[in-house]
């Protein structure tokens, strides 16, 4: 009998094994059919502006507002710990560092796949419901060039845009906080920040991981959506499945690319 | 919602999200304040460089004039041997003299550069002869306490 | 083999074939252990209406996706308009879908844009008409489904029949030679189920086009169609016109147009016998 139960449970999870093998492998295929549909996608550029109001400006209040907390909170506590060394000066560049490299491009991609990326899996899929992709199929319109593409490419483009957007209001929320509140000069708040924080290998660098974690959220958010069972119910569980997702496909990518990036700087 | 309207509000983020990148470059970081990208390679030789980082400073009286670029140790003279960049607009006598030095007890490590009084410069490529090593607070502890014990002996 | 493509593939299917769809010998299965369509064989004369029934989940809708080139049969061939749909690649797939029309069960509008715009998506996407003439274009078919004046409404702000003459409308955009209507009359009241159903006649005939209508509706098709295929467990068991469906004494047929529970198409679906299931002769 426990062998049976053992043997079962092996088999469960082969069989698990072998679907999200099978998945990833579809999914990799689809990310080439949405990059060789781009260009003819891309050539009606209306659609992608379209997809970019709904992925980038309707994100924006949330990102501006969970920046400006983020950066304010961020000064609150980090003075706390810097001003026990007397350090407190130094608050700037913890702030700019920690927004820049870290919370920036990470916060930013979770808020986006839970705002964007659920919308547009919620979209997609709906679409596939009640046959809208099938109808266009039917017109000779490929739903790939004229539904996923746009969408793919709006996340793509707006996601490094509203990062940037949200470090620099949490720059600005600490800024709030630290100089105006508690009352750190101004001059060594954004010197100290300035002569730490390099272009190169922290604004650069943050840039390419929100636009990693661009690419990543878009994907997901399109493969599911597209990829939806047709119901009601097979919709929701995609739409679940592209938060969940993506938001642990960002913190992997996040450490991966965080490995890659600073291990010259003395992080490691 | 009708076209122009989602051209307004795109145009807008875009240039709410370039003016952002653009304010972090500029404003957070070091874009206009650094060109020590673009500068000439020298080398120096130190027998201990203590806590000295990539991208630490390399100053001159306190400016900052460039960063440091490799670390390595030679397999032969087992001495580390450090490659900064140096702004080009600042040129150094042949015999600076570069030191590790800490600002302050737990300040950040840089490199210091101290000028001669050689009318020949370092050119790209070049070495620096003198230096001087970074002071390891252990050791000096350690000396001074060895050098206090003999005093005592002595006696 | 197809010939070579020419600079306008449109030309390539005729539309003075006198046969506009021919099925022989089709099988197809959404898997390999089940085969949903065993051996389909069906000729769609050009110019006719032509109704093919049977029950809910017995291949209908596959048939139009194998007609359409959304689906590829499995043995068998699918000619439209002279040409075999399964060996075109995928230009000539998408030249074929410009000249076939198709209502989806319910509409499929696209529910982000207009009714007006949800019309001129076809003639947006195909051809580079002047905005002028885009308009003039939908308003006549929105006009030919009596519904100028819903043209700024949502598709959410329609109702069931009037979704459905939409997607009639759009169906009928670029002109085609067939349209294929999956269930029109799913879902309607009896009033929008009379104009959906003169609708599909009086296109058909005015714009000199062949339809093939899917449905259960045994009493509204025979009031429209030239011709019914009967379908079940992947074959045709059926057919005629409607006055021969009408006095026909096939055991199906009769089923299907009466409406009765049990016959050919039996009420309970294949089970162990009644006793083991209640475990009766347990007892004692």
Redesign the interface.
């Known amino acids: 009998m426990p062998a049976s139960v053992l043997a079962d449970g092996l088999r469960r999870i082969g069989a698990g094994t072998r679907r999200s093998i099978a998945r990833l492998g579809f999914a990799a295929r689809f990310f080439v059919a949405v990059l060789t549909h781009s260009p003819a996608g891309l050539r009606r550029i209306r659609l992608t502006l379209r997809e970019i109001y709904f992925a980038g400006v309707l994100s924006l209040v949330i990102i501006l507002v969970s920046g400006l907390f983020v950066g304010m909170v961020l000064a609150l506590q980090g003075y706390d710990v810097l001003q026990r060394y007397g350090a407190s000066e130094s608050l700037g560049i913890l702030v700019a560092l920690s927004l820049v490299r870290e919370l920036g491009p990470v916060v930013a991609g979770l808020l986006f796949a839970s705002r964007a990326g659920s919308a547009i899996t919620a979209e997609i899929g709906l679409m596939k419901a009640t046959e809208q992709l099938s109808a266009m199929e039917m017109m000779a319109v490929d739903p790939l060039a004229r539904v996923v593409a746009p969408r793919f490419w709006g996340g793509v483009i707006s996601m490094p845009l509203l990062a940037a957007l949200f470090s620099t209001l949490g720059i600005f929320g600490a800024y709030l906080v630290g100089v105006r509140l508690i009352g750190i000069d101004a001059g060594s708040f954004w010197g100290n920040m300035q002569s730490v924080v390099d272009f190169r290998a922290d604004i650069v660098n943050g840039i390419i991981k929100s636009a990693v974690f661009g690419l990543i959220v878009s994907l997901i958010a399109v493969f599911e959506g597209y990829d939806a069972a047709p119901t009601a119910e097979g919709v929701s569980s995609a739409t679940t499945r592209t938060v969940v997702g993506s938001s642990l496909a960002i913190l992997a990518a996040d450490f991966v690319l965080t490995v890659f990036m600073f291990r010259g700087v003395g992080v490691l | ?1 009708n ?1 122009s309207t ?2 307004l ?2 145009g ?3 240039a ?3 003016g ?2 653009l ?3 500029l ?5 206009l ?2 060109t020590t ?1 673009e500068g000439y390679h020298v080398e120096a030789a130190f027998s201990n460089i203590g806590g000295l ?3 630490a ?1 390399a100053k001159a009286a306190g400016v ?1 004039v460039g960063r440091v670029e490799k670390i390595r140790l030679d397999p032969q003279t087992y001495e580390a041997i450090v490659t900064f960049v140096i702004d080009p607009q600042y040129k150094f006598s042949k015999d600076t003299i570069a030191s590790i030095n800490t600002s302050g007890l ?1 300040g950040e490590v840089y490199v210091g550069l101290d000028a001669g009084g050689d009318s020949e410069m370092i050119a790209d490529g070049g070495r620096i002869a003198k230096t001087q090593s970074a002071v390891v607070l252990e050791k000096l502890i350690s000396q001074f306490l060895f050098d206090k014990a003999q005093q005592e002996g002595g006696k | 083999m197809s010939p070579p493509s020419t600079t306008r593939p449109v030309a390539n299917f005729d539309r003075r074939q006198p046969v506009a769809v021919e099925l022989s010998g089709v099988t197809f299965g959404y898997d390999r252990t089940r085969q949903l369509l065993k051996g389909m064989s069906m000729t769609i004369p050009r110019g006719k209406v032509v109704a093919i029934m049977g029950g809910s989940g017995c291949g209908k809708t596959t048939i139009l996706r194998l007609i359409g080139g959304q689906l590829r049969p499995q043995t068998g061939r699918v000619v439209v308009a002279g040409r075999s749909v399964p060996d075109l690649d995928r230009e000539g797939l998408y030249a074929l879908r410009r000249q076939v029309g198709m209502l989806f069960q319910f509409g499929a509008l696209f529910t982000d844009l207009t009714v007006y715009e949800n019309i001129a998506f076809p003639l947006r996407e195909h051809t580079d008409f002047s905005e002028e003439m885009i308009r003039d274009l939908v308003m006549m078919k929105l006009n030919g489904v009596g519904l100028r004046g819903a043209a700024a409404l949502k598709p959410s702000e329609l109702s069931g029949g009037m979704a459905r003459r939409v997607a009639l409308a759009r169906a009928i955009a670029l002109d085609p030679l067939l349209v294929m209507y999956d269930e029109p009359f799913a879902g309607l009241d009896p009033i929008s189920l009379g104009i959906v159903g003169q609708l599909i006649r009086k296109l058909n005939d005015a714009l000199g086009i062949t339809s093939v209508v899917v449905t259960h509706d045994v009493y509204e098709s025979l009031k429209i169609v030239d011709y019914l295929y009967f379908v079940s467990d992947g074959r045709i068991v059926a057919q005629g016109t409607p006055d021969e469906v009408r006095s026909s004494g096939d055991a199906f047929v009769r089923q299907f147009i009466d409406g009765e529970s049990d016959g050919p198409v039996p009420f309970h679906v294949a089970a162990p016998p009644l006793a083991t299931a209640f475990a009766i002769g347990h007892a004692g």
Not at chain 2, 27 to 31: C, D, F, H, M, Q
Request: net charge positive; proline share 3%; aromatic share 10%.
């Open positions: 919602m076209r989602i051209d509000w795109v807008i983020f875009v709410l999200g370039l952002a990148i304010f972090l470059s404003k957070v970081g070091n874009l304040t650094t990208r980082k990539l991208r400073p900052v737990l």
